[in-house]
């Protein structure tokens, strides 16, 4: 035997790396610290309700409720007195009551009531804060600022969420759409960032092997063109249509985690009708929190991939093995991707450049300034995402 013939078996292989800088969440952690520069969303705003109801967000546990005067409260779960977590707490009209020994906290973590003490506390219960994070409602949603108080921006409004057709309205949902399996997604947030200016995968995965997933058309081997926007990375991809036309695709991956991907089933050609936000969990899991304009209720549940004519959720195993979707590829490459092992290629230019995009960010926060997509001007706060979408040429 030559040992040529030999060369590149998998013995020996080294274990593989994940690039920590641009994976890992927890606080204190580089793309932790950028990510918490951003607001995020933590839940529906139905999540915000009488009962208290524990979050994870990016390596963080967290109790979210609302007060009797409606307002979203979003607490560290251990309460300042002992410990005691407030999960076990009971809404009040005025906040959050711990179950050990009945301290209460309003939605900024004062404390309004210590009734073991005499006179409920009295001045000193204001010594007390239970740590917090800031929360605001919109589009559905429950969005927290778990970064820097001083380095808090606005909240951004999207143009494509506020411009309503007639007849729309808002609808948002928490199942991970897009993700294409369960609402909780057991692999790194980034796997999932990366795929949506992955504009190859489409004509394999949801081509060749699920599908065809979508519609003919986007079952073509597409021309693809990506570029760096300042608060992101365009993916643009034109295939032909049945009728002849040439159909223009534009999708943008958004600082931090904002999936703006045009309805693969090219149900109406125009601007995205609805945009995602990746929320990481933690280094190994993640949700996708989705908004979008409807003209029915429910609209945007129907959007969930069917493979073979299934719910992700029907499938047997063996159909998941063929009828593979996003869900199977994206987790199947780790809990954390072995980027160590990877072999990026020219069609692999849209996750480069994403991947550049985000590193320039964590220099940006590194040396004290503010990452891409930050605005601190109520004039600036509004994004223009209507160029993304579906266009016939
Ligand atoms: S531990 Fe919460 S009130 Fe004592
Ligand atoms: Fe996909």
Known sequence: MHPEHDEGTAYGLPPATHLRELTEVGAGTPMGELLRRYWHPVGLGSDAGAEPKAVRVLG?????????????????????????????????????????????????????????????????RHNVRQPWYPVQERYGLVFAYLGPPQHKPLLPRYDVLEDLGDGEF???????????????????????????????HVPILHGVFSGPQFVAAMAQMPEVRWSEVGHGVRAESWRTLEDGARLHRVTEAVLPTLRVVPSPRL?????????????????????????????????????????????????????????????????????????????????DRGIALLRRLLRVQLQAVAAGGDPAGIVRDPQQARVSLAHCGNFRL
């Not at 002992?82 to 404390?111: I, K, N, T």
């Not at 125009?270 to 280094?283: N, Q, Y």
């Open 170 to 200: 808002l609808e948002a949902d928490d199942s991970s759409l897009g993700g294409g399996g369960p609402a909780i997604i057991p692999c790194n947030w980034l796997q999932h960032f990366e795929n949506v200016v992955d504009s190859f």
């Open 267 to 347: 149900g109406r050609f125009g601007p995205v009708e609805s945009i995602g936000w990746v929320l990481p969990i933690d280094d190994t899991h993640f949700r996708i929190y989705v908004a979008g304009r409807v003209t029915q209720a429910g609209d945007i549940g129907r959007m969930r991939s069917r493979m073979n004519g299934k719910a992700w959720s029907e499938l047997s195993a063996e159909e998941h093995r063929r009828f593979p979707g996003d869900y199977e590829a994206q987790v199947s490459q780790g809990p954390i991707a072995a980027h160590s092992a990877e072999h990026l290629r020219t069609s």
């Open 60 to 124: 963080e546990d967290l109790i979210l409720f609302r007060d009797g005067a409606g307002r979203a409260g979003l607490l560290h779960p251990r309460c300042a007195h002992r410990g005691a977590s407030l999960v076990y707490g009971r809404v009040e009209p005025e906040g959050l009551r711990c179950c050990y020994h009945g301290w209460m906290f309003d939605v900024q973590g004062r404390c309004v009531d210590q009734p073991c003490e005499p006179d409920g506390g009295g001045a000193l």
